[in-house]
């Protein structure tokens, strides 16, 4: 499963808008952000969750919510910072945030969001960004407010920071699989373990252990008050192919729709085989199209 890049690897740098139809959002922008975050709220949980928790004022935000403006209504967002999340699909708004994007310059480590706002966005830009590492232009969108009929696995558990040595290394496995870069190159892994300890003390961090070895994890990468987004879901090399996946899968699944939110979420790589089928049999179905571009 991609996960939402690496938000601990670039700073935002202030930015000056023209004339056009997109400016920076602010707080009192909150209703009408809210509301369009509402229409679709699956698609839109990673800036839901961010704006429920910092606000929309940038330095809150420690990024920008663009806004496309019709008539002086809000109609259209996209969220800059070490993620460039697009969230609308209409030609004239991508159009307009491509331009935004390209005065600004890259600031990000990956454009990520519904696949008709990323690809055609990326379309305008790449001429000006240069080659990226990798698109992955259909990641399914996948969610569920069902508990699943598989029985969960009673040796999943949130994980608590005494977990935390051990737990490290398989998150750091799982994004350099995932992802394809460490993250632990950028600054010898001081933010992304900050990143991950993080998680834990929030109690968005599951496990499962064998003999003090983590076999199992996922995280709630993005809560909303309506959906948690899992993300980093990984299972050790030797226990692959075991069963081991889908029983802790349904586990997180059903902890999650209890205590957490009423739907629970995630996207996966398409070409991921074994992923959507557990993610099948855990009650996943698919309700839109992710696609990412990776610098």
Known sequence: MAGWGSEFRTRVEPLVL?????????????????ELLDAD??????????????????WRLGAQLWGYTLDGVVCGLCYSGANLVPLTTE????????DVAREQGRVCSSIVGPDKAVLPLWDDLMRDWGPPREVRASQPLLATAVMPDVAPDP????ADMRDF?????????MYTEEIGVSPVEWDGGIAY????????????????MENGQVVFKAELGAVSSRVAQVQGVWVHPDRRGTGVATAAMAAVVADTL???APIVSLYVNDFNHAARTVYQRC?????????TVLF
Not at 165 to 173: E, G, Q
């Open 18 to 34: 023209t004339t056009r139809p997109v400016r920076v959002l602010r707080d009192a922008d909150r209703g009408a952000v809210e």
């Open 41 to 58: 709220p699956v698609a839109g949980v990673f800036v839901a969750a961010r704006v429920g928790s910092h606000g929309i004022s940038r």
């Open 91 to 98: 030609p004239e708004a991508v159009r307009a945030f491509a």
């Open 155 to 158: 040796w999943v558990r949130r």
């Open 165 to 173: 040595d051990a737990l490290l290394p398989a998150c750091i496995a």
């Open 193 to 208: 373990r900050a990143r991950v300890a993080e998680l834990v003390r929030a109690g968005r961090s599951y496990l499962r």
């Open 258 to 260: 209890r205590t957490v």
């Open 283 to 291: 009650g996943f179905a698919q309700v839109g199209t992710f696609a």
